[in-house]
Each structure stands twice: as structure tokens, then as C-alpha cells.
């Protein structure tokens, strides 16, 4: 395998062809929902199920922090009866849920996107507004990226 | 308290000369900001980003002034004479009260309503795209909306030019902060901040234990000056023994009206699920709509929806205050586009994280004598990436963060506690510099708009 010392070179190897952007389902109101609806994009990148099955566990995943039950009261009227302070040394049931989610993406991205060429953004960065999907396309031949991407590992660190 | 206020920054400031980027002390001696220095709306921040007001406080001082004046006067004037003459509790009592009221009011003021960052580049020209596919083409196209079905009504959400997005619903935009913010309810002078999703509940708690508290001052300094008058004296000496009293009685009095009827609204609202913003407007009022339409967001049931309100989960602040912005990594080509905010370069200090990612993908796809199209090609962007981020913005942070994905508490010494976890988000960010390095198409490569990349704002501000 070739070695890639000149980053130049790589720079050539990869590129963001285009950015999908699935946008938020507000049809059972203002809850966390993403449409499940399949980008024209991305059909020649991955199939359809493991798109859908990605954005309903994130969708659930939502559906799992915003739930309002015994426990999301609970956690309301200790706060309030703290006087809100309760804030400052316990970690909300919402953020220990988006940890969850980063966590799950992450992993998605290694298992099933990068692969594909694929990165997904979590929304969080985004302002919960958009799940973006990131296309790469590959420009450089398939034998000279090769080569770069063991060096990469050695180069980077 | 640190008063580190919002400040332009001067673009000529941030751009380096292509020898500087090759110079990598020079980049150490850059200090690492902090995205709050750049945030684009109208808001002052202090602590170094933990606490967010408007950039107009409003009257916030004058609201702190009179609760802890009349306060003050109580315990010092009044709570003495009826200590001895009633019960030790009033005193307590109005200790209680009083602290709820200033935690509250506090709270509502240095929290971030439910600020909304402003649109990437890229996802707002990917909102351009579809509204010029389905609307006329004209220089000025008319007030952009979109239609939309909650709970089987037809809700309309308005472009906001300022944020290039789509309003989610309930959402409006702050015109006096110049943020769209989450269901916003309305701009409280006397808070000095926006009253949106994520501070509503603690306006709330403020109205209601002020009213309580006034009433209850209001009551004590009648019973000390009645009981003062029935020792013999008259009305005018009694206020004479105490004119302390007279004071508080005034200011009372003159509130009361008020916050009482302030909080018999918001009683009202939170029981129906309304903001201000559409009582005000009347946008589910019986006279705009059909009988078939009402508020959707409602859930037709009092106790419900006092608890959604109040007691619902707390939602993240979705704006990273004090994530660190990445320095930028200056070519030429980047240096000519920068604009009157300062690039957001997404190279920070947790690409690395990502490329650990891609890295590890690759290595395992390649032990497996196979490399699929996708591997090498992120690959190599993620290492341009690290390259790109240069020492200053890889020190121990990075390392600690690229941990992070193993768990959070790793990363905890070098990064602060109020920001732990947050670089760990900006690893999927690593998308962008790398792109930009390697294709600068004018789409990809402009700067982005301040506000990308909210992150989770792990403890909510005091």
C-alpha cells in the first residue's frame, strides 16, 4: 500500500458531495419527531429499512425523554420544591436520554453509515431542528484511498 | 462574577497570515474562545458563558431593588414587634418566601429561554431550495410560510429571515433579543429576558410565591400597625413609631394589584396550554377559528395540562454557550470569506473523536481485507481534519474527549464540569472543515452562521 505523508494528496481522496436534511414531523404537535420519510438522495447510499429503522429509534429515543408520566412529575415537583436548585448537582432525565442518543449514533455511523459514505449529524448540534446526513463522495481510485487509510491512522495521532 | 460581556468581534482580529498557519506557536498563543464570545443575538453573557441575560436588562435591577428593600424593611421593622406580640414563624415564614422568590427570579432571568440557534449555511440554502421549487421566482417573494397538520389542524410556520428557518410552532422571534425562541411567551422587562419554553416554569414559581409574598407582607404590616393602634394610640402615632411600615405598606399595596392579576393570567394560560404570544394574538380564539379547530396543543384537560407545563421534562438548552470554538484553520481561501461574524471553523478540538471513529471502522473493515468505498473516504477527511486542527486546539481536552466515547467522567479533568460532554456533539461536526479543506465549493465553503452546533447544555444555568 502506498503511504500518504502529504495531506494534499488525501484532501483529493474525499469530498462532501451534498447534506440531506430530514426535517422535524410536527403532526402530533410540538414533541420530538423526525419524518421517516425517505430522501431521494440517499437511494442509492443505503436502503430504505435501516434509514427508517435509524430515525424511528432516534424518534423514540425522543418520544422516551419528553414522556410526561410519574417520573417526569416527580422530577418537576422535586425541583420545584428545591426552589429549582436541584438543577445544579442532578442530571435531568432529558440529558441522561441525549446521551443515549449520541451514543446510538455514534455507533450507527460506524456500523452502518460510514461505510456507505454516510455521516449523520446528531440533531443536537443542529438545534433539534434537522437529522443532516452528510454524502462523501469518493473521488481519488479505490486503490490510492486504501492505501491512505491505514497511514491515516498513524499520521493523525 | 466575572463580567465578560458580549462583544463584536472584530473579523481582522481572527484572520491569520498564511505564514502564521504553518507558525504553530503563534496559534498556541491564540486564546481558545468560547462560543458564547460569538453568538449572534442580542444577549449579555457572564461567568464565561453560564449565565445568559438580555443585552437590555430591563428593570431587573429595580425588580431585585424593591423585593430586597421591602424585605429588608419587614424583617428589620416589623418582624421584631410581632415576633413578641404573635409568632416566631412570621419571620420564618417570610425568610422562605423571600428566598423562593429571589431563586426564582433569578432563575428566570439567567436562563436561556429556549433560544433556537440560527440555520447552518447549508441547511438554509437547502430551505431556499424548496421554497424557490415551489414558489414564484419574484426578487421579493411574499412572507414565506408553510402549512402543516397538528392534531389534524392546519398550522401556518413562518420563515424568520433573521434565523433563515422555519419557526417550529410556537415559536417566535425576539425581536428586542433577536433569537427565535420555543414557545415563547413574552419579553419580561422586569425579568430582563425572554419567558420561553425553558424558563416558563420558573416565571411562574416567581409570579406565584411574589404574590404570596406581598400578600403575606401586605397582611403582616396591617396586623403590626392594627395591633401597634390598639395599644392606646392612635393611627398617626402608631405610623410615627413605625414609618418603615407606611413604606412597605405603599409598595405592597401598589403590586399587589398587579401580580395577583399577573398571576391569575398565567394560571389561566398554563391551564389551557396557551402562551401570551397566541392569547394575544388570539390565535386559537373562538373568533378566528372554526368550531372544529381550537388550540391543538391542548390536551382538553385542566389538571394535564398544568402538569405538561410545569412539571414536564426540562428541555436542553439548545445553544452551546460554552463549548469552544475552534480555531480557525487559515488558508487563503478562507481568509477572503470571512464575514462580519468570525468563522466558525468546525475544527475543534473533538474532530478527533470522529476520525478515532472512521479510523477504527477502517482498520477493522481493512483487517477484514476488504475496503468498501465509504471507509477511505472519510478517512482521510478526518485526518485533514487533525491536521488542520493544529496543537492549540488539540491540548488535553481532545485526548480527554476522544475518551469520551468510552465514558464521560474520563474527560472531566481537563474540561470543566459545565462543559463535559459537550465536545463529544462536536465530533459529528468534523464533516464540515473536512469538506471545506477538500472541496471549497462556495455553498460549502462559506462561513457559517453563528449558532450552529448547539450543544446540550448539561446543567442548566443557574
Known sequence: ?157 | MKNCEYQQIDPRALSVSPSSVQNHTEKKVQRLRRKWEVFPGKNRFFCDGRIILARQSGILPVTLGLIVVTCGLFFAFDCPFLVTHLTVFIPVIGGVLSLFVVTSLLRTSFTDPGILPRATPDEAADIEKQIDNSGSSTYRPPPRTKEILINQQVVKLKYCFTCKMFRPPRTSHCSLCDNCVERFDHHCPWVGNCVGKRNYRFFYSFIISLSFLTSFIFGCVVTHITLRSQDGKSLIQAIQESPASVVELVICFFSIWSILGLSGFHTYLVASNLTTNEDIKGSWSSKRCTEESGNPYSYNNIMTNCCVTLCGPMPPSLIDRRGFLPLVAASPATETELPPFPVKNDTNMCTKSTKDVLERLVRSLDSRGRCPPGAPKTTPVAVEISAAATPPAERSPPTGCSRQHAGRHTAAAPCPPFARGRERRDSFQSSNPAFRLASPSPSLSRTFILGEAPDVGFIPPP
Not at chain 1, 4 to 13: A, D, I, T, V, Y
Not at chain 1, 93 to 122: C, H, M, S, W
Not at chain 1, 128 to 136: A, G, L, P, Q, T
Open chain 1, 1 to 157: 500500500m502506498s503511504t500518504f505523508h502529504n495531506l494534499q494528496e488525501l484532501r483529493h481522496s474525499a469530498s462532501l458531495a451534498n447534506k440531506v436534511f430530514i426535517q422535524r414531523d410536527y403532526s402530533e404537535g410540538t414533541t420530538c419527531r423526525f419524518q421517516t420519510k425517505f430522501p431521494s438522495e440517499l437511494e442509492s447510499r443505503i436502503e430504505r429499512t435501516l434509514f427508517e429503522d435509524t430515525v424511528k429509534t432516534l424518534n423514540n429515543y425522543y418520544a422516551e425523554a419528553e414522556k410526561i408520566g410519574g417520573q417526569s412529575y416527580l422530577e418537576g415537583c422535586l425541583a420545584c420544591a428545591t426552589a429549582y436548585l436541584i438543577f445544579l448537582c442532578m442530571e435531568t432525565r432529558y440529558e441522561k436520554v441525549l446521551k443515549k442518543i449520541a451514543k446510538y449514533i455514534q455507533e450507527q455511523n460506524e456500523k452502518v453509515y460510514a461505510p456507505r459514505g454516510l455521516l449523520v449529524t446528531d440533531p443536537i448540534d443542529r438545534g433539534m431542528r434537522v437529522i443532516e446526513i452528510s454524502i462523501y463522495e469518493d473521488r481519488g481510485s479505490s486503490g490510492s484511498s486504501s492505501g491512505s487509510s491505514s497511514v491515516s491512522g498513524s499520521t493523525a495521532r
